[in-house]
């Protein structure tokens, strides 16, 4: 079975300060990682994901993660944050099966101070 | 191309009574998931569909159903509603060509009262 991990419920910052998004996983087999962003009252919406390759992703708005296998982690980052960017994220986690669920994590709110 | 629409977007229901949420996925996809967010909870997976056949089911009770059509549009059924049953409910699809790009509706905010 798999988990997810998201250490930190919420995360404050100042508007163009560096953030980080924490996010473990614990999986016996391989698996794909996404992280989703949730603007209030809205669906999910895909920031990135990792399928294989590069171990540093690219994502939309400026965002990207690292995935570490030693490390089980995915931690998501992005150096400047804007007022926009408040929303809730969260990490997820996908078996290599086109009949796999996706599982996610409880969920990080970031909360952007001007 | 169009996106995963979702309707309604918003419902009020009575505890014991039935429901039905509507999902049309994005075109060319044929696999359609559902998953239930509870208030400040991640999204949790009730089943997926594949070709109009249920092949995946998380830890929901029976009184959760579905179906998808060949279209691969899908409802989701909710039989007795209980007050716990209260949360967006989300619809996503995909496809063997999408490389696992899951693709989200907006969601339909249930209200059971």
């Known amino acids: 079975a798999q988990s997810v991990t998201q250490l930190d419920s919420q995360v404050p910052v100042f508007e163009e300060a560096p953030v980080e998004l924490r996010c473990n996983y614990s999986?016996?087999?391989?698996?794909?990682l996404f992280w989703y962003v949730q603007y209030p009252n809205q669906g999910l919406q895909l920031l990135l994901k990792?399928?294989?390759?590069?171990?540093l992703v690219k994502g939309i708005n400026g965002f990207e993660a690292e995935f570490n296998k030693s490390q089980t982690s995915f931690h998501l980052r992005k150096p400047s944050v804007h007022i926009s960017d408040t929303a809730e994220y969260f990490c997820?986690?996908?078996?290599?099966?086109?009949?796999?669920?996706?599982?996610f994590g409880s969920g990080t709110r970031l909360s952007i101070r001007p | 191309e169009t996106g995963v629409t979702q309707s309604p977007t918003h419902l009020i229901k009575t505890r014991g009574q039935q429901v039905t949420l509507r999902c049309s996925s994005q075109?060319?996809?044929?696999?359609v998931s559902w998953y239930q967010q509870a208030l400040g909870q991640g999204p949790q997976f009730i089943f997926q569909?594949?070709?109009?056949?249920?092949?995946g089911r998380g830890n929901f009770p029976p009184r959760f159903s579905g179906l998808q059509f060949p279209n691969y549009s899908s409802e989701l059924n909710v039989n007795a509603l209980e007050l716990d049953d209260s949360a967006l409910y989300l619809c996503?699809?995909?496809?063997?060509?999408?490389?696992?790009?899951?693709?989200f509706g907006s969601g339909t905010r249930l209200t059971v009262v």
């Open positions: 990792y399928l294989s390759g590069s171990t």
């Open positions: 075109s060319g996809h044929n696999t």
């Open positions: 999986s016996s087999v391989s698996v794909y």
């Open positions: 997820a986690v996908t078996r290599y099966s086109s009949a796999s669920k996706i599982i």
């Open positions: 569909y594949y070709r109009e056949e249920e092949n």
């Open positions: 996503a699809s995909s496809s063997e060509q999408a490389d696992y790009g899951y693709t």
